[in-house]
């Protein structure tokens, strides 16, 4: 489908790259009214917790990233099923949303279909880890994030794909009682993305339960959710509660949405701007307003582990 008008929750290129519209991190922090003390101290935000504490994987320690502050992480948040605002996910997830007990399904093309609380699903494939990646929105703002988790290959392995499974299907929940942006809008509910199989058993491509050593806040997609660092945030889908293998490659959620700006793989590529903003570098939250920009990198950082990926692929017409 074709959308010629900017929706409300849709991003000028002003608001993607500007600086002093949104941040001097005291008036955020402020305002949404959240510090480390207490987000950690609101028993609904605690999803999944098993596992914890976790020891950081020092193949991906982060050695020489800033990791931004707890409170910006938990608190500046695109979780459209709650709210179009920053601020608003932290405030809604969690009134009345429990994120445990939750169950996960698995199925598709798998030998072995699977359905499991997400604890006991830890537990299965040996616990979780820490690992420290760069975090880069669409919008051109990046984060620097230690997540708590495990590799998604791991799960695959469990449900063993079939010969003809090609791709992974993720599915979010669907509870418009507690989700208020599910009760309308633009998007066709429940939130649906999708990576090749190649993808989804790269060694990067990670469940998290966790961030900071912690259980997942709500706002940040508990208590399960998916990290692929080297591709736009909105790929990582948040609360998941169904993964299917199939054979046809889905539609996600923002391909049906807006064809024209997102595409299936959405990998991080400085040299294909967005419609309305340049790729070429990112906002790096927290980092102020003039130190606060760098350069994008090809893959977001990750070009040696996942480049060969997309050997033969155009990646300017792909995207």
């Not at 040996?126 to 990646?133: C, L, M």
Request: glycine share 10%; net charge positive.
């Amino acid at each position: 489908m074709h959308v010629g008008k900017r929706r409300s929750w849709q991003l000028s290129e002003s608001e993607a790259i500007s600086e002093g519209d949104y941040w001097n991190r005291r008036k955020f922090l402020k305002a949404v009214g959240l510090g480390t003390g207490s987000l950690a101290g609101i028993p609904n935000l605690i999803g999944a917790t098993a596992g914890f504490p976790t020891t950081r994987n020092p193949k991906y320690s982060g050695e020489g990233l800033d990791v931004t502050d707890y409170d910006l992480v938990s608190g500046y948040n695109n979780f459209y099923e709650f709210s179009y605002d920053k601020d608003g996910p932290a405030k809604l997830a969690n009134k009345g949303w429990k994120t445990e007990p939750w169950t996960l399904e698995v199925g598709g093309l798998v030998d072995n279909p699977l359905k499991l609380d997400v604890n006991d699903l830890i537990k299965r494939v040996g616990g979780i880890e820490q690992r420290v990646y760069r975090f880069r929105c669409v919008e051109a703002w990046s984060m620097v994030i230690p997540w708590d988790g495990f590799q998604l290959s791991k799960l695959l392995q469990l449900a063993s794909p079939k010969s003809g499974a090609k791709f992974v299907k993720f599915t979010t929940f669907f509870d418009p009682k507690v989700a208020p942006g599910q009760r309308g809008g633009s998007i066709d509910w429940p939130y649906v993305e999708a990576l090749t199989l190649a993808e989804a058993m790269n060694e990067l491509t990670l469940l998290a339960t966790g961030i900071f050593g912690k259980p997942m806040p709500n706002q940040n997609g508990a208590p399960i959710r998916l990290v692929v660092p080297w591709k736009y945030g909105f790929k990582s889908i948040k609360s998941i509660v169904r993964i299917d293998l199939v054979d046809t490659k889905p539609v996600n959620t923002w391909q049906a949405l807006q064809p024209s700006e997102y595409g299936f793989y959405a990998n991080v590529n400085p040299k294909v701007d967005h419609p309305r903003w340049s790729q070429g570098s990112e906002r790096v939250i927290g980092g102020g307003f003039f130190s606060g920009r760098k350069d994008t990198l090809m893959f977001n950082g990750y070009e040696e582990q996942v480049a060969g990926l997309y050997d033969g692929l155009d990646l300017r017409r792909n995207y």
